[in-house]
């Protein structure tokens, strides 16, 4: 191990004992530090031998400003099946001291610690034509050809990025057809490094052009609170609370109830109070149709409910035609020539495009700038997670945020452009530009019904996922029961990880395996965790993961980003609202899940509570949860920064005898007021994806009453809001 010129050194002793009940193991050690080295670093095998001794020594380089933690898997070597992974230890390197040798002992319940870099030298050998690969770079292999002259000079520069503290191996095969060939390698150092700025932003601030979307957006804002409450007096830029409009998925149903709603909210100028537009799933749908208008939210909203109920109520048989497949075709194998990864989502997206628009949709996520450049509409935000193979995505998900500008986690604070999203990057650096995709993969991703699993539809029915994580969790145990060193507070404890059995993994694959998922290239690709990154407020406050606590494992080792709908953790686009940097004082909550309409807020409440995240709490007695109104107020002034939530659940109450607020149906037109939402013939089936006119007609004109017909919630939500801020600002 070597650090900052000195080298401290680690020995450890390891004792198996009997792992195996037919024979006796041939065992080996495995060790893994992917931030020192892109090598898994493997020992010989002890044949035949229950307390093997290896006595190698490895060498490790180390950057200490990351987090480094060793993986030391121990396997048993089988020559006619795969080897057994018997365990594996990590060790956090932040433990070991400079300068100075320390020894450590491990029983059959293992502890297990190690070091870093591994460092390799040979000598080039010339040839004409030659392939040189340097592994965990960027470009990875090239092909080079020499000059003809005896010089080692190429015809083309050959440029490899990677991280230069790795010292990488260059290995260099020659050709074949030379009878003197050979295969060497070479250790090179890194010769170019650039101080220019990353194309990756890093923080967790709001980026400057929201920063300067939100000084514009708040001249409208002041004027619409003005109106809209009454005031006799201008608003303050500190007196101006951040009002947020989140919206939840459904399919058809979420695209029509948004139509609804917003034109509700539109009558009653709360559109114009709004800094913020959330979605996930159909709503996804709606935002994007409107946000092509960039003055939507300035016109009259029948006009876009006319056109999208031209689309919801068409035929839609014609998304399955000889021409309309040939264009899937075509398009797809355009999207893959062009460097994209394409998937069944990515087919899901063309059928999107063919189920909402006329003909091909040439819209882009950064085109939508135009629409709030001068603060005009409301920030459009949309959500998604990414998910990892063989884990549910209760045990492992990322929160992504999309707008106009950016693309980005909330956890890790990175963000690129939204022109830039599926390029490919490395080590924070735009590698090569693709051309930006067209807004309709993104719908698709967004609303990614293909990528529902076994333990999704479980949990449909089932509150827990307990018993299969009896049966298919790995598991991992602090085994340091006492410090042989004095512990940091960065430093993290020695775990055993055992994986799960061959029977547990067949079936954790079973039931975890989606169908299909949007793949992406990562813009993390190349970046690595800070040593402190799990005392980073930011982090912790999205750490809800079983691998948080496991770095190698995180998405920044990704290759790609494997996007889902947000709806298959819960039907939610609150947490990018819920950043502290943004403020939120009052969220607009519109549901529009199928089933139960307190559920959702429910696992969202659990959620923000588990994380420490200021919410309201939501308090509701058993009857008030079978009889639910069309809107309640939740406020917890006792809680510091948690916001106002007015919620309102989809369903049909007093509509059913008022055609408007405070008007009363004849009897010739309670017919009108009947919408089936509930039973297994409703029409507004999350799959539904056509309708009949008069069945889109009632949703539509449901939704905006039950926003109407709560405007006096709405507004007490609104002053209260402004009153807290002008007793904040004394």
Not at 488 to 497: H, N, V, Y
Not at 548 to 559: A, H, I, K, W, Y
Request: proline letters at 5%.
């Amino acid at each position: 191990l070597s650090h900052a010129g000195r080298r401290p050194h680690l020995l450890f002793f390891l004792h198996i004992g009997m792992l195996s009940s037919l024979s006796q193991s041939d065992c080996y050690v495995t060790l893994w530090l992917p931030t020192a080295s892109t090598e898994k670093i493997k020992t010989k095998a002890i044949n035949n031998c229950k307390d093997p001794v290896w006595n190698e020594t490895f060498y490790y380089r180390i950057q200490s400003q990351v987090k480094n933690v060793l993986e030391l898997g121990v396997y048993d070597e089988d020559d006619v099946t795969q080897d057994d992974h018997f365990f594996t230890v990590r060790f956090d390197l932040a433990k070991l001291p400079l300068g100075e040798r320390v020894l450590m002992y491990f029983k059959s319940d293992p502890k297990v610690m190690y070091e870093e870099v591994l460092c390799m030298l040979c000598l080039i050998h010339l040839g004409k034509d030659i392939s040189l690969t340097v592994k965990g770079s960027y470009e990875e292999t090239q092909d080079l050809t020499l000059a003809s002259d005896p010089i080692i000079r190429p015809s083309r520069p050959t440029k490899f990025h990677y991280v230069k503290y790795k010292q990488p191996v260059l290995d260099v095969v020659l050709p074949k057809k030379k009878p003197h060939y050979s295969f060497v390698t070479c250790v090179f150092p890194g010769l170019c490094s650039s101080s220019e700025d990353l194309d990756v932003r890093l923080g967790f601030d709001l980026c400057t052009e929201e920063h300067d979307f939100l000084c514009k957006r708040k001249k409208y804002v002041a004027a619409a609170l003005k109106k809209v409450l009454q005031l006799e007096e201008d608003l303050q830029d500190d007196e101006i609370p951040v009002v947020a409009i989140m919206t939840t998925g459904g399919g058809m149903r979420s695209l029509t109830t948004t139509y609804g709603s917003l034109l509700g909210l539109k009558k009653l100028n709360v559109i114009d109070c709004a800094m913020y537009l959330t979605g996930l799933s159909g709503t996804t749908w709606a935002m994007a149709n409107l946000y092509r208008d960039s003055d939507w939210s300035w016109k009259d909203l029948e006009g876009k409910i006319d056109e999208a109920r031209k689309h919801v109520t068409k035929c839609k048989m014609g998304s399955f035609s000889t021409e309309r497949m040939k264009y899937y075709s075509k398009e797809l194998c355009q999207r893959k020539q062009e460097g994209h990864r394409t998937s069944a989502i990515d087919l899901w997206g063309l059928i999107v495009e063919y189920l909402l628009h006329d003909g091909k949709d040439i819209h882009k996520l950064s085109d939508q700038q135009q629409a709030v450049d001068q603060g005009q509409n409301p920030l459009p935000i949309y959500v998604a997670i990414n998910v990892k193979d063989n884990y549910s995505t209760l045990d492992f998900k990322d929160w992504m945020e999309f707008t106009p500008y950016e693309v980005g986690f909330m956890k890790y604070g990175a963000f690129i452009r939204s022109e830039d999203f599926g390029s490919e990057f490395f080590m924070g650096r735009l590698m090569r530009r693709l051309p930006e995709s067209r807004i309709c993969y993104l719908e698709g991703m967004w609303s990614s019904l293909f990528s529902f699993n076994l333990l999704y539809i479980w949990n449909l029915s089932h509150t827990s996922e307990d018993f299969w994580h009896r049966w298919t969790r790995d598991r991992i145990n602090d085994i340091e029961e006492e410090s042989v060193l004095p512990m940091r507070p960065c430093e993290q404890k020695t775990q055993l990880f055992t994986p799960a059995g061959p029977f547990s993994s067949v079936l954790r694959g079973a039931l975890t395996d989606r169908i299909s998922v949007a793949q992406y290239h990562s813009f993390l690709k190349g970046l690595q965790l800070h040593k402190d990154y799990l005392e980073n407020d930011n982090f912790c406050r999205w750490k809800d993961t079983v691998l948080d606590t496991s770095p190698n494992q995180l998405t920044e080792t990704g290759e790609y980003l494997s996007l889902v709908d947000t709806g298959f953790f819960i039907n939610t686009s609150c947490p990018p609202l819920l950043r502290p940097e943004r403020k939120v004082d009052v969220i607009l909550h519109l549901n529009y899940s199928a089933g139960s309409q307190i559920l959702p807020l429910d696992q969202s409440c659990k959620y923000y509570a588990e994380q420490g995240i200021p919410f309201p709490k939501v308090v509701l007695s058993e009857e008030e949860r079978k009889n639910l109104k069309e809107c309640y107020l939740f406020e917890d002034a006792e809680t510091p920064g948690a916001p106002i939530l007015l919620f309102f659940p989809l369903l049909n109450d007093t509509y059913q005898s008022y055609k408007a607020p405070g008007v009363k149906r004849c009897s010739s037109e309670m017919e009108d007021g009947k919408v089936d939402l509930t039973s297994r013939f409703s029409p507004y089936s999350t799959y539904s994806v056509t309708y009949k006119e008069k069945d889109y007609d009632k949703l539509v004109k449901l939704t905006e009453y039950n926003i109407l017909n709560n405007k006096h919630l709405i507004f007490q939500a609104l002053h209260t809001a402004v009153e807290r801020k002008r007793r904040h600002k004394k």
